[in-house]
């Protein structure tokens, strides 16, 4: 230490008259599991002169079942005894009124998200020195991550041990093994147990006190059959509402539990119930636009025209998503619905058990400028998938767009709103971003990735500034377009090392209250070229460039290569008699059946499809219990694939089409030109290197699983052409038929591997 520093700090111990330093660990704790008392340990280790756990006494169900009380004993249990009730955790007021406000300072010990939320003057960071006493503010120190594995479970939230636990479903031997997994111990199990069990009671009480099936069956008086999906109800406002939950409250009191917890008690805002047709009103005045009742019978509750065929079909889908961006959610395409509106336009007809599931699977790869492969799309059909292994072998991927390379660098969102903001995720894209400052805060600590990220936002700040007022609207729109972009920065590199520090644009993403309705474009190259243009592309880290264009040659051996793809294409669309014209989802619902039939043999098609929905689509909403499936055995298999089988087939059920996407993605790969590395060759030999060194650590480690993992990967990228498929590139982006898609080749897997020695 210098003598200047060592003054300093002498003058700050002197002028401070800190005597006392209490440490507070604020929260919830519904309950306190063994990760929050590890978190307590910790803290109560940095040898601050008293310790506490605050937490309310506030009842909230379903989120805080547990009083004060019954979490004091809970807390116990894990060998802590400070324990305090307080009004406000984040004031504990109850706990430092005991001690000098002037003498005494305060270190509330929380995640990173409450540090931010709680910094400003009060609250500031605890750097290991208390300089003011709690009158004039406190600290905040950020608790280490300690996450809550439970076999079986995974990671675990307090929201899914209160579920878990709650599940009367559950063998007993199974929830008290859970049980100790969470606590460490099996104190206070009745009391927690049975309280979460009564709380999952209430919370589906709606269910059981009523006869779903029986109110779904209600009669039309119109069309005399057992057609009706019920009876439309919307309320303008909070008060029209709890006037009418306070006439039915007697009868359905579990369900208006649940329906009052949604609402809350924040006044809603008041809306127009009357339909318009620029979409500007309220709710339809029809469940859908196609014909209401009986085929051949027109309803009356359908107070529109009725429309068949497409024409219905996309009057539903033009509401549907001007409702789903109106609530911040994209908008779901249902698998096959689109096909059937355009063969059946005289009348609509009813799908029979074992028909294809639609109900609520994402058509996957349509976000605006986002990349999957091929096979991650489900609308996609296998003429789809044929026609992609074509042109690609052709070197024709840019028949819609040119085709560009998928960088290897550290993703950031950018937009320019009264200066530079950035986003890493939708939620910073929600709030309008956050600035350069909040960027440093982030990634503070982090080395180079920290150099990365602040070198680049200050060399972007330059150059946009450099642009006049009309062209930043031009690409900005104040804030509302974002530009999509990479940071090359080759000392914070991934797998593959880029010999100069880029900044590259890919594209320019236009948003609506969050959600991406459009894009501009060529807009990553035009707002590179209007920074070139004024000379502003070279920066002091990094230079800004544009997306690059790769020139995509055609296969030399495109005659037996073609053949031999679609080969492989035909085999797997032979086991299931797939044609053209059916969709990749159709054909994860035929395996999925194809192996429940297997392992479930008998069952019920009720429950198949439930089954099917649930593991083909990962649609929880089939639930496993014995309300679903009543048979204790087929219920306790099920459970059993749930839990420990169904990511294994998910795996097993995508492995052929990504070693027939990967492979194409190598092939292609090979005979493109214009990568960004500007030494190709020795890009590709570090990639090598890296690959031999992760598989150096992995195997001398000795983690089965990471070995596993390890051999896994390895096959895959045997099975593409090994170390003579590797490019200096993560892959390339092309656009089909308006959507973005990738190739990757051997960088899947590879990515893989190098990261098992990081992650």
């Not at 309950?31 to 909230?60: C, E, I, R």
């Not at 406000?101 to 750097?127: H, I, N, S, Y």
């Not at 972009?485 to 593959?496: L, R, T």
Request: aromatic share 12%; hydrophobic share 35%.
């Amino acid at each position: 230490m210098s003598l200047g520093k060592w003054l300093a700090n002498q003058i700050v111990e002197e002028d401070s008259n800190i005597k006392v330093v209490v440490a507070i660990y604020p929260g919830r704790f519904q309950p306190m599991g063994k990760h929050h008392a590890k978190t307590f340990n910790w803290l109560n280790s940095q040898g601050f002169d008293a310790t506490y756990v605050a937490t309310s006494g506030k009842v909230d169900l379903p989120k805080s079942p547990f009083s004060f009380n019954e979490k004091k004993k809970i807390i116990n249990s894990h060998g802590i005894s400070k324990v305090v009730q307080v009004k406000n955790p984040y004031q504990a007021t109850e706990i430092l009124s005991k001690y000098d406000p002037e003498t005494t300072a305060a270190v509330f010990m929380v995640g990173k998200k409450d540090a931010q939320r709680l910094g400003g003057k009060f609250f500031r960071p605890w750097k290991g020195k208390a300089e003011v006493g709690y009158k004039e503010g406190a600290y905040t120190l950020i608790a280490p991550h300690v996450s809550l594995k439970v076999s079986g479970y995974g990671e675990m939230s307090g929201t899914t041990i209160r579920t878990a636990l709650g599940d009367k479903s559950l063998d007993k031997k199974e929830k008290l093994k859970l049980f100790k997994g969470i606590f460490g111990h099996t104190k206070n199990y009745k009391l927690i147990v049975n309280k979460l069990e009564k709380l999952n009671e209430i919370m589906e009480g709606f269910c059981y006190y009523f006869d779903i099936p029986k109110l779904l069956k209600e009669n039309s008086t119109t069309a005399g059959d057992n057609i009706d999906d019920g009876p439309r109800g919307y309320w303008g406002n909070q008060k029209s509402w709890k006037k009418f939950g306070k006439n039915i409250e007697k009868y359905i009191n579990p369900g208006m539990e649940v329906l009052n917890y949604l609402t809350g008690a924040e006044e809603f805002f008041q809306h127009d119930t009357a339909f318009k047709k620029d979409m500007s009103g309220g709710p339809t005045a029809a469940v859908s636009y196609f014909p209401v009742g009986k085929p051949g019978t027109i309803g009356g509750t359908n107070y529109l025209s009725d429309k068949k065929g497409r024409v219905a079909y996309e009057r539903w889908a033009k509401w549907s998503k001007y409702i789903a961006t109106r609530v911040g959610y994209e908008f779901v395409n249902y698998l096959g619905a689109e096909i059937s509106s355009v063969s059946n336009t005289k009348e609509p007809t009813s799908q029979k058990d074992g028909t294809l599931v639609t109900e609520g699977l994402l058509l996957e790869g349509g976000a605006y400028g986002h990349m999957s492969h091929p096979f991650d799309d489900r609308g996609l059909t296998f003429g789809d998938f044929r026609q992609i292994i074509d042109i690609a072998l052709q070197g024709k991927l840019d028949i819609d767009e040119k085709a560009t390379e998928k960088t290897d660098g550290q993703n950031l969102f950018i937009t320019w709103n009264k200066g530079l903001k950035a986003a890493r995720n939708t939620g910073d894209i929600k709030k309008g971003g956050v600035d350069s400052k909040a960027i440093a805060k982030k990634f503070a600590g982090r080395g180079n990735i920290e150099k990365a990220f602040n070198y680049a936002m200050n060399d972007l700040s330059k150059a946009i500034k450099s642009l006049n007022d009309k062209q930043i609207k031009k690409i900005f729109d104040d804030g509302n377009n974002w530009v999509n972009m990479e940071i090359m920065y080759p000392a914070s590199s991934n797998v593959v090392n880029y010999d100069a520090p880029n900044l590259q644009f890919h594209n320019v993403l236009q948003y609506k209250d969050g959600t991406p309705i459009g894009a501009i474009a060529d807009g990553g190259r035009i707002l590179a070229g209007m920074i070139k243009q004024v000379d502003a592309n070279v920066q002091k880290n990094f230079s800004i460039i544009g997306p690059q264009f790769l020139k995509v040659n055609p296969h030399q051996d495109y005659s037996a290569k073609k053949p031999y793809f679609l080969g492989k294409l035909n085999k797997l669309m032979k086991k299931f008699n797939m044609s053209d014209s059916n969709t990749f989802g159709e054909y994860h619902q035929a395996w999925w059946s194809d192996y429940v039939d297997k392992k479930l043999k008998g069952i019920d098609n009720t429950i198949k499809m439930g089954l099917v929905k649930r593991w083909a689509f990962f649609d929880k909403s089939f639930r496993l219990n014995k309300k679903t499936i009543p048979n204790e055995k087929t219920l306790a298999i099920a459970m059993d694939i749930d839990k420990m089988k169904h990511a294994d087939q998910v795996k097993k059920n995508m492995l052929p089409f990504e070693k027939l996407f990967f492979e194409l993605g190598a092939e292609v790969l090979k005979n493109a030109e214009g990568f960004l590395a500007a030494n190709p060759d020795k890009a590709v030999q570090n990639i090598r290197k890296q690959i031999k060194n992760a598989v150096s650590v992995v195997r001398k480690g000795g983690d089965i699983k990471k070995i596993n993992r390890l051999s896994q990967q390895l096959n895959k990228l045997n099975s593409i052409g090994g170390m003579k498929s590797i490019v200096p590139s993560e892959g390339l982006v092309f656009v089909y038929k308006g959507k973005t898609y990738k190739l990757t080749g051997a960088f899947a897997p590879i990515n893989q591997i190098t990261g098992m020695i990081y992650f």
